[in-house]
Nanobody, 123 residues
Framework: QVQLVESGGGLVQSGGSLRLSCVASGLPWDYYAIAWFRQVSGKQREGVSCLSVGDQKTYYADSVKGRFAISRDNAKNTLYLQMTSLKPEDTAVYFC????????????????WGQGTQVTVSS
């Protein structure tokens, strides 16, 4: 059974940085994608960044390009999202997700999800 556990969220001032972590266990696939999504209450879940483990391709939403970086520590089975130059509009619950296959930005393509971690950026 796939388990994804996020951590690292919190309150930060505009312009600050945070690093989110997602510890993954039970992933049964050799070729899979793991991603970060975010959601503001009342709005659709948005794909922030995705990493395809098989071919190391990455995806970033236009709104975070140049500010966020996705990475993975194989030894620790952990996915990271380094967030810099944070803006108030980055405030959301951030979720980690995993799926078999290559990267995609569509939340409907992911079947395994973590519980989410809140990120709040004050102005």
């Amino acid at each position: 059974q796939v388990q994804l556990v996020e951590s690292g969220g919190g309150l930060v001032q505009s312009g600050g940085s945070l690093r989110l972590s997602c510890v993954a266990s039970g992933l049964p696939w050799d070729y899979y994608a793991i991603a970060w999504f975010r959601q503001v209450s009342g709005k659709q879940r948005e794909g922030v960044s995705c990493l395809s483990v098989g071919d190391q391709k990455t995806y970033y939403a236009d709104s975070v390009k140049g500010r966020f970086a996705i990475s993975r520590d194989n030894a620790k089975n952990t996915l990271y999202l380094q967030m810099t130059s944070l803006k108030p509009e980055d405030t959301a619950v951030y979720f980690c997700a995993a799926r078999r296959g290559t990267l995609t930005k569509r939340s409907a393509d992911f079947g395994s999800w973590g519980q989410g971690t809140q990120v709040t950026v004050s102005s």
